[in-house]
């Protein structure tokens, strides 16, 4: 992944803010445990529900059923945008990330992400691939989708108010 221009958004943040460095986006993508994930219904209309993610190698992976509402909009369109923070007015990062998801069925990559997802959470979330799907504890296949950012936008809150834009 090429590393992203880098802008502070003057007219959203305050007269003192600095930028949020991508090191430090980068860092609350890696190691946020829940983000939401917003999708678009067939009739235009959003669809919004939270997931577990893992960012490997400059994108963000999630997985989900077959017949759950966000795979079936995502058969449809596959832009979405993924957000993930703090739940505090005044502390910590908040972060919105861009891009189109594109199904993930490459043996190689979903093995490397079986790990990631299992380290990540000590063990919690356990997955086996075959030919190409994941399939969870419960024996129930799920596809992995990659989402590899477009945009980026960064919400510092605490000392300074402030909106980091990295474009990619």
């Known amino acids: ?14 007269p003192h803010a600095t930028v949020t460095p991508w090191e430090e986006t980068r860092r609350v993508l890696e190691t946020s ?5 917003i999708t678009v219904r067939v009739d235009g209309h959003p669809h919004l529900t939270p997931l577990v993610a893992v960012w490997l190698d ?15 909009n995502l058969r449809r369109n596959p832009h979405v945008i993924l957000a ?9 990062l908040d972060i919105v990330v861009e891009g189109d998801a594109v199904q993930i069925t490459d043996e190689n ?12 959470w000590d063990g919690r979330w356990q997955y086996v691939v075959r030919e190409g ?19 980026v936008l960064a919400f510092a809150k605490d000392p300074r108010f402030g909106q980091t834009r990295h474009q990619f």
């Open 84 to 92: 993930t923070g703090s739940l505090h007015w005044n502390a910590g």
């Open 1 to 14: 992944m090429n590393e992203p221009i880098t802008t502070l958004d003057t007219r959203f943040s305050d």
């Open 33 to 37: 445990e829940l983000f939401w994930i």
């Open 133 to 151: 799907t994941f399939y969870g504890e419960d024996g129930q296949p799920g596809s992995v989708f990659s989402v590899t950012p477009t945009k």
């Open 58 to 72: 400059g994108s963000l992976y999630f997985c989900t059923g077959d017949t759950e509402q966000k795979a079936r």
């Open 109 to 120: 990559l979903l093995k490397r992400l079986v790990a990631v997802w299992a380290t990540k």
